[in-house]
């Protein structure tokens, strides 16, 4: 049996995981666009002549892209959770932002190390900000009272 508790007070937490998935959908146009899998593949061969056990892999692009598309998709379904204040969403949430924060984090810095505009880079803090929101938006609904939570 799944627990829910369908209110008002989870829309914001709903509404913080569907900007997340937007801004991820935005990010991987923005990948995309900007050749991402040219500078991602080099550097992985580059890492494993250093370091031969890095378990980093390379795609081709059908199948990074049609990964990513079907992560979005899932992600996009799993809203329906967060709208609902499903309990399970809440470690979900948790993880989610803050691989989405690291992810745009490292294409800033990876920016900054190249001196140049790293694929990805130009959404990644459309990406920062809806993960932000999401963690304090799942923050703050599960700090809400119990009684708070459940009236409609």
């Excluded at 509404?15 to 899998?37: G, K, P, R």
């Excluded at 890492?47 to 059908?62: G, Q």
């Amino acid at each position: 049996m799944m627990r829910e508790y369908p209110t008002s007070n989870n829309r914001r937490w709903g509404i913080a995981w569907v900007a997340l998935c937007v801004a991820l959908a935005v990010h991987v146009a923005d990948e995309t666009v900007t050749d991402f899998l040219s500078y991602w593949n080099p550097l992985v061969h580059s890492i494993r002549e250093h370091w031969s056990f890095a378990p980093l892999p390379t795609f081709s692009f059908p199948l990074w892209f049609g990964g990513l598309i079907f992560a979005v998709l899932v992600f996009t379904y799993l809203s329906r959770f967060a709208f609902r204040g499903v309990m399970w969403m809440k470690p979900v949430s948790y993880f989610v932002a803050i691989v989405m924060l690291f992810n745009g984090i490292q294409h800033l810095v990876a920016s900054v190390y190249l001196q140049r505009a790293a694929p990805g880079v130009y959404s990644s803090p459309l990406l920062l900000a809806a993960a932000a929101y999401l963690l304090v938006s799942v923050r703050r609904y599960w700090q809400t009272p119990f009684n708070v939570r459940s009236s409609a």
